[in-house]
């Protein structure tokens, strides 16, 4: 494993853990659409359910949208239009926009 921050999450476990969203998930007042894959190596699924699962709690809006056989950055160009239109649809919503006719 490459030493990212300065080391392995073995080696300076706090670094990672200060740096890590999934530890400062109850701290989210914003509107947040995750768009997950389910082959992500980078961030597992998980991770971004644990954080859905906390904003939830917390009665915070989340919306999550997880792509099967994607990782971490979307490979199938199905996928990227629905992950574009999902995005678009989001900032409608959140923003109070009107869609183009």
Known sequence: MEKLLGGTPTEIPQVYKE??????????????????GSVDAV?????????????REKEGRVEYVLFEGEGHGFRKSENMKAALEKELAFY??????????
């Open 92 to 101: 409608e919503d959140v923003f109070g926009l009107k869609k183009a006719a």
């Open 43 to 55: 961030v597992p699924p998980g991770q971004a359910e644990d954080i859905v699962k906390t904003i």
């Open 19 to 36: 740096r890590s969203p999934v530890f400062k998930a109850d701290k989210i007042k914003t509107p947040l659409l995750i768009l997950q």
